[in-house]
């Protein structure tokens, strides 16, 4: 005795065609993959899946195992070196191509094209690592189709379907297979991960707030078009002109660049800080952006959302790295004073200018310092110099002298972007010994007209300065706004001048565009809120909605078996449905339902027998039923083999004697 | 030490598929044909395939709870479902196909018995990846289009004259993906005669024993030239008139009276060898060369006779009174005493 097996042992040539699904698949998969991915990698995946194909059209030897091994070594060298070692998803994933391309080399059986495959479902995976947006999940879904068609081909004993039929029937499964994951996704018991610590996340492609800032910093992620983070406002938005989002802020200059001291390592003294004017209550919702950096309005207050502090420099920061959309809810107030003095360190970080760095903007400031009243007045002087002179504002600057960069702007070119306008009135303002920092962020937001939030752009980073005043504290003054107005009250794209690049392009320029950018935008909050973002928060939400409190694993478990199985139910009677035999002649179906009938009173009905016997043989053991057998049989035959113009008459006729027949 | 323990797992092995075979059995009871395939009777198992899927499927899903990944849950959530509507369509495709009948026509031992079984899909899905199975024994792996019927062929090496029996074939498929295997056991009593091999020739059949018949019989027979009447078909080619063909192009068949002058008796006690086999295939070997050169021939074996006549149901019914003589047994394929 033997349980049935398929025969698939041992290695047997393998059709090309399934070769080519497995191709096809592979590619559809590594394409999202591709500009992550380095240069060599899909060249050289194409050249050995393109060699094994060649090999199964027109016959030849596979490489042998000692190239095959000098081919992986060599792949393992190459990801290892170019990756800086195998951890992390960017490098695994090269990996993972790289030892997929070569594993074509050695491709004989049906079970290496299963492995593929399954390889293949695993790039699927790795490319949800990178990215969670509604466009690649459509993508994907497509190659899940695709790569579940090749499984269902190259499983197959003999020729393989027509495409057509395959990719319709894998599409069948897929949809069978909906409701299931559905139910799945919404009921497994979610556990709060990390269970294991996460490979860094790759660097590539999360573009932000840096540490650092040097002249082109801002400008470049202005041209970006990527969410930053969204705000739902409880109540009415303030005004875009006093929404100053704050970020890291950069008070150590080297006479060209500004950036982050120790001071941002310490607490905020809370004490020190007085709120003032009505309060400010919204959530944001951040796109990862690999920092430990919360986005807030200038400035919020406790309490703070759980695993974030305020430093010294009144930043909002948490503990870990941003790396998954993260959901926070603050109350910020938009006027605020800091109390107390400054300590004799922290003037001194304030103040300090590199030893002859910038000296013609150093000069300046202090003949300006020494006309003005005081240091109200100078800086007074300073926002009327950049903005009666003829100072513009502009993301395509000249490029600056990086020997003095300040001097250069000031004096020279004369144009730039926020933040050569905040780095040269800080260190106006430090030569005359006002202590003065950058603060980087975001400025402004669109509100979306189909959804009532706001969304913020890399396109609205912002640096602007603070300056320390006697008696007042931490003052922002956004020396930009003195150039150009209307970017802080309009926002970036309408403040700038022809020919500048702009971000969302055309996107902006015509209406109706603008308006379908707004309800993708809307798609997309959506899709992050409660695809991207359903967690163990919002599946405690939805059961409470069906009377599930608090369920334990064990009720989930149970949940889903419950629907699961009642599904599987529905899909059997659908399919039953589907399988039925199809009887075209309704006679024959009205005579079946009879002889079902009779079958279930018991009476004995052989298949040999013809109708007119039956009703014989029956009648005459059963006079009592002869004449509804007759009338039975007799319209059956008129039906079903007479078929004149009264054939619906008969089939009427046929279908009453069926039913009012009782055995 | 590694042998005695594969051993002993073979031997687990083998045993618990008889008890399983057993129980089977005692379960399904004998099949009549035709026979449809229904919930009862279908057993269905992961394949090794499946559980590799499952293992991957476990590892994707720590991954994406690992790095709380919704879209990387959504994928393995999908796959396994598909895993489970693949083991609810693998069942379905072989539910409700009719085993039709099962058949073999005899062949010369050493050369290969193929069954043909019957299978009919009346529905209009096409049913994928059947394959019939008769122990070790498989056939093609073919799809059922919709409402129609397919034969399934299975070969079977035989070795030794006599008649092979087999007692249980599956039909089986894998369809979809390979990662559920679904099948079910028909038993009954099915089976193939198996003719001796013949003898090489050589030994001609002695000539003593031929009988001279003739004039006495009358009717129809093969011997004196009667004259000409019409085609019918069924005659046999031998008979057919050339000649008048040629002439007229019209089919003639020469009637004849009487029989052959020359009835072969065929008889055990005239056919040398070593063993009884021997004989047999010598006899199996005359039994061709008489049907072949159009002899009226006889066969006697001890204890029985096939009366003299010729034609293939003549050489059947010679060749068959040489596969069963003595009650031996061609091979057993799952048949349980």
Redesign the interface.
Same mark, same amino acid.
Do not use: C, K
């Given at each position: 005795?033997?349980?049935?097996?398929?025969?698939?042992a041992g290695p047997q040539a393998l059709e090309s065609s399934a070769i080519a699904w497995v191709i096809g698949a592979l590619c559809m998969t590594l394409l999202p993959h591709a500009p992550y991915l380095p240069v060599w990698t899909l060249p050289m995946f194409l050249l050995t899946s393109g060699w094994r194909f060649w090999i199964a059209m027109h016959g030849g030897e596979l490489p042998s195992r000692w190239i095959r091994l000098a081919l992986a070594t060599a792949g393992f060298i190459l990801v290892y070196t170019s990756q800086r070692g195998i951890n992390g998803v960017a490098a695994g994933t090269t990996l993972l191509v790289v030892m997929i391309g070569l594993k074509m080399l050695e491709t004989r059986t049906r079970r290496d094209n *299963?492995l593929l495959l399954?390889l293949a479902?695993?790039l699927?995976?790795a490319s949800? @690592?990178r990215e969670?947006g509604p466009v690649?999940?459509a993508y994907?879904a497509l190659a899940?189709w695709a790569v579940?068609t090749s499984?269902?081909q190259v499983?197959?004993?003999?020729r393989l379907l027509a495409s057509r039929e395959a990719l319709r *029937?894998?599409g069948q499964?897929?949809l069978?297979?909906?409701?299931?994951?559905l139910v @799945?996704?919404l009921l497994?018991p979610?556990?709060?991960?990390?269970?294991?610590a996460?490979p860094k996340a790759s660097g590539a492609g999360v573009s932000g707030l840096s540490e650092e800032m040097s002249p082109g910093t801002l400008a470049q992620l202005s041209l970006s078009d990527e969410v930053a983070f969204r705000v739902n406002f409880v109540g009415q938005s303030p005004p875009t002109s006093r929404l100053y989002w704050r970020g890291p802020v950069l008070d150590k200059f080297d006479g060209r660049n500004w950036s982050r001291s120790n001071w941002s390592a310490l607490p905020a003294d809370m004490a020190s800080l007085a709120y003032q004017g009505p309060a400010t209550d919204y959530t944001v919702s951040l796109m990862p952006n690999g920092k430990p950096w919360l986005l807030a309005l200038d400035l919020p207050s406790q309490p703070l959302p759980p695993n974030a502090r305020l430093n010294r420099q009144l930043q909002l920061v948490s503990l870990k790295p941003v790396n998954?959309r993260l959901s926070y809810t603050l109350r910020s107030y938009l006027d605020f004073q800091t109390l107390g003095p400054l300590s004799k360190r922290e003037t001194n970080t304030y103040t300090y200018l590199p030893e002859g760095s910038n000296p013609r903007s150093q000069a300046l400031a202090r003949q300006m310092r020494g006309q003005a009243a005081g240091n109200a007045d100078f800086i007074q002087a300073v926002l009327r110099k950049f903005n009666q002179e003829p100072y513009v504002y502009t993301l395509t600057p000249r490029l600056l002298d990086m020997r003095h960069p300040s001097d250069d702007f000031l004096f020279n070119t004369r144009e730039g972007f926020c933040e050569y306008y905040a780095s040269s009135f800080a260190v106006l303002m430090r030569a005359a010994g006002i202590p003065a920092r950058i603060v980087t962020g975001y400025q402004g937001g669109e509100a979306n007209p189909f959804g009532d939030y706001m969304v913020v752009r890399q396109s609205s980073a912002h640096a602007w300065t603070e300056v320390w005043l006697q008696g007042q504290g931490w003052t922002r003054v956004d020396p930009t706004a003195a150039v150009a107005p209307e970017r802080i009250e309009l926002g970036l794209p309408d403040s700038l001048r022809l020919g500048d690049p702009m971000p969302g392009g055309l996107m902006r320029s015509v209406a109706i565009l603008a308006d379908i950018r707004m309800a993708w935008d809307l798609a997309n909050a959506r899709w992050d809120e409660f695809?991207?973002?359903?967690?163990p928060e919002l599946q405690m939400d939805l059961l409470s909605r069906f009377g599930l409190n608090m369920p334990s694993p064990v009720q989930l478990v149970l949940v889903i078996f419950a629907l699961?199985g009642g599904f599987?139910l529905l899909?059997?009677l659908y399919?039953a449905r589907?399988?039925?035999?199809?009887t075209r002649d309704r006679a024959l179906v009205l005579y079946r339902r009879f002889i079902k009938k009779l079958a279930k009173a018991g009476y004995d009905t052989p298949m040999y027998e013809s109708p007119k016997d039956l009703a014989n043989r029956i009648g005459r053991q059963h006079p009592r039923i002869q004449g509804q057998l007759n009338l039975v049989v007799d319209s059956y035959l008129i039906a079903r083999y007479r078929k004149t113009d009264r054939y619906e008459l008969a089939l009427e006729q046929l279908r009453k004697a069926v039913q009012d027949f009782k055995p | 030490m590694v042998r005695l323990l594969s051993t002993a797992l073979d031997a687990t092995r083998t045993r618990f598929?008889?008890l399983?075979?057993g129980w089977a059995r005692r379960r399904q009871g004998t099949d009549s044909l035709p026979r449809t395939l229904l919930r009862n009777r279908l057993y269905i198992?992961p394949t090794k395939?499946a559980m590799?899927?499952g293992g991957?499927l476990f590892v994707?899903l720590?991954?994406?709870?690992?790095?709380?990944?919704?879209?990387?849950?959504?994928?393995?959530?999908?796959?396994?479902?598909?895993g489970?509507?693949?083991m609810?369509?693998c069942h379905?495709n072989l539910?409700?196909l009719v085993v039709r009948s099962v058949s073999a026509t005899p062949v010369f031992a050493g050369s290969t018995a193929r069954f043909c079984v019957r299978i009919q899909n009346?529905?209009?899905?096409t049913r994928?990846?059947v394959?019939v199975?008769i122990?070790?024994h498989?056939g093609?792996?073919?799809d059922i289009p919709s409402?129609s019927t397919s034969d399934f062929l299975v070969e079977v090496p035989t070795q030794k004259r006599g008649v092979l029996r087999v007692g249980r074939l599956?039909v089986?498929s894998?369809?979809?993906?390979?990662f559920f295997?679904c099948?079910t056991w028909m038993h009954m009593d099915m089976e193939c005669l198996v003719y001796p091999q013949p003898a090489a020739a050589g030994i001609a059949p002695p000539q003593t024993d031929v009988d001279v018949g003739g004039a006495l019989h009358e009717g129809p027979g093969n011997e004196d030239f009667a004259g000409l009447r019409p085609y019918r078909s069924g005659d046999s080619p031998r008979h057919i008139a050339w000649k008048a063909f040629a002439r007229d192009n019209t089919l003639l068949v020469k009637q004849f009276t009487g029989t052959s002058l020359t009835t072969r008796w065929l008889d055990m006690e005239h056919a040398p060898g070593r063993d009884l086999e021997e004989r047999l295939s010598l006899l199996c070997r005359w039994v061709l060369a008489a049907e072949a050169q159009g002899f009226s021939y006889g066969l006697r074996l001890p204890a029985m006779a096939v009366e003299p006549g010729c034609g293939r149901a003549q050489q059947a019914r010679c060749l068959e009174a040489l596969a069963r003589y003595g009650d031996p047994v061609g091979g057993d394929i799952?048949v349980r005493p």
């Open positions: 005795m033997s349980v049935p097996r398929q025969q698939s *299963i399954v479902y695993f699927i995976l949800f @690592l969670q690649l999940a994907e899940t579940t499984l269902l499983t197959r004993h003999g *029937i894998a499964f897929m069978q297979a909906l409701p299931v994951m @799945l996704f497994f979610r556990i709060p991960g990390p269970f294991w996460l998954d695809v991207l973002g359903y967690g699961v599987l899909l059997t399919l589907h399988y039925r035999p199809q | 598929r008889a399983v075979a198992l395939v590799v899927f991957i994707m720590l991954g994406s709870m690992n790095y709380s990944n919704s879209m990387g849950l959504a994928l393995t959530f999908m796959l396994t479902s598909l489970l509507i693949a609810h369509n379905r539910l409700e009346a529905s209009p899905r994928y990846q394959q199975r122990g070790d498989t093609d792996v073919q409402a599956s089986t894998s369809h979809p993906f390979s295997r099948w799952n």
